[in-house]
């Protein structure tokens, strides 16, 4: 993360508010304050850095709290945060002011035909995804035909132990369904019925609507169990493929995977040999990120990370290109769990004109709502869901002043609890409107049973966004990738020919 500056003039002018006049003393006292605590966390930034790159020595999380502390004469005034939070509203509004008049298409027709906005988001170019887990894009019919051939046996008290002794959840009466199923009975010897009530729990059931986390972490019990054997390349690369030719046909041309790998030479040789075959098989560009899983013990991710910035610098690596901490946030806070691994990372990055690995985050979409903050202290230059970035006005002007990527998951969201669609608007438009860049992906493909077009669909039905909006956020899925610089200008350059396609024959009809 570069250090910044933090001028008056570069976060806001001097304004009238929306509802009540102020002078101009009062507007820039309030930009002051605000000033100040965004030098505190680029301070924060350093300390991180000293404390984990230079030293082993983590910080705690009263020691961390006590050093975001402002003076007391910066502390803002209830009127002071409302200024703020109106120069916001200014913002928002004149962004979706000139997004509309910029917009080529009209989408408000759309809204009020559903057959018409599905054809149009399946139509319209994409860009890229930034946030996708392989694990979770099994769909029914690729779980159907690597359990068709390799025919393993299927225990069901495996499946509810183990659930169970993970801390995960089944409902009842999906454990009274698992019972029925005849012990160690190999899947083709099960009749039809039984096959299909056994392909219902790689996906996440459609009743109810949402869900917790936990009964989404249940799946992972049966998808590890189906293909972590002798046969994982082979199951695996059924699935990129099944998968990136699907997205190709929506207009995806980049995507960026999180997994886990350990750190070997195989392993560069296998993601690379990877990229290099999905290119030439389906069109899209593939990269790799890292992942590191949040519940595990922060010192063991930080090891692995240190062992993978080492291995990258003697063995680059024309896929690998990033780290994400993932898996369940609620009880595995950013700070705690993460800050000796990307500590590390951006401590190596900030004095390397060239490093092996870019920095992601799972943060805010559940559990601790510091957890974005402390990831952008930290030195991401994205986030992966950012959903409760919305409620904390001081970390928003941060991520916007810093240009900090959201990799957005609408349906995702909506079945995991973490956003009610009918309670309000989601809010990666709010963030948009605000200068962030943000872009859609869809997570989990296969448990969720969205694409990127349900992504585009969600978007424009929920929400006011307009055409030009959506364009941008194509745009943002490649500028704020992880792809070197070269691929950036082929994939934008591609992108926007692509849009002129689409509109010219659009409009024509």
């Not at 120069?87 to 080529?104: D, G, V, Y």
């Not at 560009?285 to 993978?308: C, D, H, I, K, S």
């Not at 970390?395 to 969201?413: C, F, H, P, V």
Request: net charge negative; hydrophobic share 40%.
């Amino acid at each position: 993360m570069k250090s910044s500056k933090w001028h008056i003039d570069k976060i806001f002018g001097c304004a009238a508010s929306l509802f009540i006049l102020v002078s101009c003393s009062e507007q820039d006292l309030a930009n002051i304050k605000l000033a100040a605590h965004l030098k505190k966390y680029d301070q924060a930034h350093q300390i991180i850095l000293d404390r984990n790159y230079r030293s082993n020595n983590p910080i705690s999380r009263e020691e961390w709290e006590e050093l975001l502390k402002v003076d007391a004469s910066d502390e803002f005034t209830e009127i002071e945060l409302g200024l703020l939070q109106e120069n916001q509203l200014m913002i928002i509004e004149a962004n979706k002011q000139a997004a509309i008049k910029k917009s080529a298409i009209d989408l408000n027709p759309l809204r009020a035909d559903p057959a018409a906005l599905a054809e149009f988001c399946v139509s319209i170019p994409k860009g890229g995804m930034l946030h996708v887990h392989p694990y979770g894009l099994f769909t029914r019919e690729v779980v159907m035909d690597i359990l068709t051939e390799y025919n393993p046996p299927i225990d069901p008290e495996y499946f509810i132990s183990t659930v169970k002794n993970q801390g995960q959840v089944l409902y009842d009466h999906e454990i009274e369904a698992l019972r029925t199923l005849p012990t160690a009975t190999k899947f083709l010897d099960l009749t039809d019925a039984d096959q299909s009530l056994f392909l219902d729990f790689f996906l996440l059931p459609v009743d109810p609507v949402s869900h917790d986390f936990t009964r989404f972490d249940a799946i992972f019990a049966f998808v590890i169990w189906m293909v972590e054997d002798d046969f994982l390349d082979a199951k695996m690369e059924k699935l990129y493929l099944d998968f990136l030719n699907r997205a190709s046909g929506l207009g995806i041309s980049y995507i960026e995977f999180t997994n886990g790998f350990p750190p070997e030479v195989a392993s560069i040789e296998k993601l690379d040999a990877w990229s290099e075959k999905f290119l030439d098989e389906t069109g899209v560009v593939v990269r790799w990120n890292l992942g590191q899983l949040r519940f595990l013990p922060g010192e063991m991710n930080a090891t692995m990370m240190r062992a993978w910035n080492d291995l990258l610098l003697e063995h680059p690596s024309t896929s690998i290109v990033g780290t994400d901490l993932y898996a369940i946030e609620r009880g595995n806070p950013a700070l705690e769990k993460a800050q000796q691994a990307y500590g590390f990372i951006s401590g190596y990055n900030s004095e390397h004109d060239e490093y092996p690995i870019e920095m992601t985050m799972h943060a805010g979409e559940m559990g601790d709502p510091r957890n974005v903050r402390d990831a952008l202290i930290m030195g991401v230059s994205r986030v992966g869901h950012g959903v409760l970035l919305k409620d904390d006005l001081i970390t928003l002007e941060y991520a916007r002043n810093k240009q900090i990527g959201i990799e957005m998951n609408i349906n995702s969201n909506h079945q995991l609890s973490v956003h009610d669609k009918n309670a309000e608007p989601h809010p990666f438009l709010r963030f948009l409107r605000l200068g962030i860049p943000v872009s859609l992906s869809t997570d989990n493909d296969g448990i969720f049973d969205t694409n990127i077009s349900k992504e585009c669909i969600a978007a424009v039905s929920t929400t006011d966004v307009s055409y030009a909006e959506l364009q941008q956020m194509s745009f943002n899925s490649i500028s704020t990738s992880f792809a070197n610089a070269k691929y950036k200008d082929i994939l934008t350059n591609r992108l926007r020919q692509s849009f002129t396609l689409f509109e010219q024959e659009y409009l024509s009809r």
